[in-house]
């Protein structure tokens, strides 16, 4: 398996993106060894004298007064692992949990840690060579680090747990020995640095910048294709408007609007003579809400991007000495979080509204009712319709802040928290509605431009109903349509549609 070489602080958004999309394996550059092995020195010194260091020999949160003799280090860092394995609920994906550990080791690599690089290259080994804890995704608040689900994936490398392997769940231990890796016992910290940091939250949400950036571009597409459908303006499209507004995603889903447009011949078909002065907002004001949503997304990602090369856990050994801080603390993923719920939300709202706009007779510029050639003995896309309503309102509540839900735990230490782990989470499920709302409009739109038979649209999208087409064929009598809403989905999610249409999109770095 290919290996990426990252730089520790200074790794790029689109790195992390390829280890998302492509599950790349990962290790450290072998530069950031040296400031390690001096934090993990200073920590075993710590653990050898008589002063309290938090986490080193004293226990954790409300019992951190309690100090801990010497001989007894290895078994607190191992009782502090399995008494923090208590997340519930559905194992995450695998591709997530990849990403996590590969947060974990950017956070190890700044060298205030004071892990033993032997853990660092068991990570690494693990990730090479497919060991994947297994790691529930309920339980996590967002501060003192993602501490249940970071415990869970430490769990496996202390030979605890479960992890999957070649497709199979294994305990802890055996799946090591499987890829002939062997478990390590803690030493002073170490666990503690495992569960302290954001990296599950973190991971969640980069994943939701990543799918929703892809929907984002499909959505301009998608909705040109609805904009030839119902014969709207291109003029709304014209670069000096938005150039007198200056936004950046404003300015690039109009450029990519334009580009995808190009050599219409339903548009050029009614520039003259077109009774309507104006179309709805849902087209006329495609870039201006979907370029917001791209700016917003793009702010996450920025935020994102530093979280992924911090170091997050707490004590941080620094060059004075080994200071507790908060950085484990997710806020600034929680405010990202729900920045990206926001931005996938409106995308969706907007989509679904031109989806109502071509289903509907009286607004559709002459598209039969339902986008059925039969009309009454036919319903056509009218539920598709409704099924768009009711993904839009879910994402609508999903999209209520979550950083502002804070509650006290752990005897009051833990007073103030982010709930970034869950207010992340979300986002996969958001976009994925999201991609069925798109998938419904990319129906509505093929079939509406195939109405406008003998115009034709532009070449991009010609290609774009292509692709469609070689799956799902035109609704010419009412059919099972959940398979099409699937298959459409799948089209969007999948980034078939973004490959077909042949033109740039804009990128989120």
């Given at each position: 398996m290919t290996s990426l070489i990252l730089q520790p602080g200074q790794?790029?958004?689109?790195?992390?993106?390829?280890?998302?999309?492509?599950?790349?394996?990962?290790?450290?550059?072998?530069?950031?060894?040296?400031?390690?092995?001096?934090?993990?020195?200073?920590?075993?010194?710590?653990?050898r004298g008589d002063d309290p260091v938090y986490g080193v020999n004293t226990g954790f949160g409300k019992l951190a007064s309690l100090k801990i003799a010497p001989q007894d280090t290895s078994t607190l860092q191992r009782n502090l692992i399995l008494s923090h394995c208590c997340g519930v609920g559905p194992a995450i994906p695998q591709r997530l949990?990849?990403?996590?550990?590969?947060?974990?080791?950017?956070?190890?690599?700044?060298?205030?840690?004071?892990?033993?690089?032997?853990?660092?290259?068991?990570?690494?080994?693990?990730?090479?060579?497919?060991?994947?804890?297994?790691?529930?995704?309920?339980?996590?608040?967002?501060?003192?680090?993602?501490?249940?689900?970071?415990?869970?994936?430490?769990?496996?490398?202390?030979?605890?747990?479960?992890?999957e392997v070649n497709g199979t769940v294994l305990p802890g231990a055996e799946a090591l020995k499987t890829v002939d890796l062997e478990p390590i016992q803690l030493g002073p910290k170490e666990g503690l640095a495992f569960i302290n940091g954001t990296q599950f939250s973190t991971a969640f949400a980069l994943a939701g910048v990543f799918e929703a950036w892809r929907a984002a571009q499909s959505a301009l597409v998608v909705s040109a294709l609805s904009t030839d459908a119902i014969m709207g303006?291109?003029?709304?499209?014209?670069?000096?408007?938005?150039?007198?507004?200056?936004?950046?995603?404003?300015?690039?889903a109009a450029s990519a609007m334009r580009a995808v447009l190009d050599g219409s011949e339903i548009r050029e078909s009614h520039r003259e003579g077109d009774t309507r002065v104006q179309d709805p907002y849902c087209i006329r004001c495609q870039p201006q809400v979907t370029g917001a949503a791209m700016d917003v997304l793009r702010q996450a990602a920025a935020t994102l991007e530093v979280e992924a090369n911090a170091a997050t856990d707490n004590p941080l050994v620094l060059a004075d000495g080994i200071v507790s801080g908060g950085n484990f603390h997710a806020e600034p993923v929680g405010f990202a979080a729900d920045?990206?719920?926001?931005?996938?939300?409106?995308?969706?709202?907007?989509?679904?509204?031109?989806?109502?706009?071509?289903?509907?007779?009286?607004?559709?510029?002459?598209?039969?009712?339902?986008?059925?050639?039969?009309?009454?003995?036919?319903?056509?896309?009218?539920?598709?319709?409704?099924?768009?309503?009711?993904?839009?309102?879910?994402?609508?509540?999903?999209?209520?802040?979550?950083?502002?839900?804070?509650?006290?735990?752990?005897?009051?230490?833990?007073?103030?928290?982010?709930?970034?782990?869950?207010?992340?989470r979300r986002l996969i499920r958001m976009v994925e509605n999201l991609n069925y709302i798109l998938g419904v409009e990319l129906l509505?739109?093929?079939?509406?431009?195939?109405?406008?038979?003998?115009?034709?649209?532009?070449?991009?999208?010609?290609?774009?109903?292509?692709?469609?087409?070689?799956?799902?064929?035109?609704?010419?009598?009412?059919?099972?349509?959940?398979?099409?809403?699937?298959?459409?989905?799948?089209?969007?999610?999948?980034?078939?549609?973004?490959?077909?249409?042949?033109?740039?999109?804009?990128?989120?770095?």
């Open positions: 790794v790029s958004l689109a790195q992390l993106a390829e280890i998302y999309w492509d599950q790349t394996a990962v290790s450290l550059d072998s530069d950031c060894k040296p400031a390690v092995d001096a934090a993990a020195q200073r920590i075993q010194a710590a653990a949990t990849r990403l996590m550990m590969t947060l974990k080791l950017l956070s190890f690599g700044r060298g205030a840690s004071g892990v033993r690089w032997e853990l660092i290259e068991l990570l690494q080994q693990m990730l090479a060579r497919g060991v994947t804890p297994v790691i529930p995704a309920q339980g996590s608040v967002g501060a003192s680090g993602d501490l249940a689900p970071l415990a869970h994936m430490t769990a496996v490398i202390i030979g605890a747990g479960e992890a303006s291109t003029a709304p499209l014209r670069p000096e408007i938005h150039t007198l507004r200056g936004h950046r995603g404003q300015t690039e920045m990206i719920a926001l931005a996938v939300s409106e995308i969706g709202a907007i989509a679904q509204r031109r989806i109502a706009l071509m289903v509907d007779p009286t607004l559709s510029f002459d598209l039969p009712p339902f986008l059925t050639p039969d009309p009454g003995l036919n319903s056509g896309l009218m539920i598709a319709e409704v099924t768009t309503a009711a993904l839009m309102s879910e994402n609508k509540h999903l999209a209520n802040p979550c950083v502002t839900d804070s509650t006290p735990t752990s005897a009051n230490q833990e007073d103030h928290v982010s709930m970034a782990a869950h207010g992340a509505c739109a093929s079939q509406g431009v195939e109405f406008r038979a003998p115009l034709v649209t532009s070449g991009p999208l010609k290609q774009v109903i292509a692709r469609l087409r070689a799956d799902i064929p035109a609704l010419t009598e009412d059919r099972y349509l959940a398979p099409d809403l699937e298959t459409a989905k799948q089209l969007v999610a999948g980034a078939s549609i973004l490959r077909a249409v042949g033109t740039p999109m804009p990128e989120v770095v």
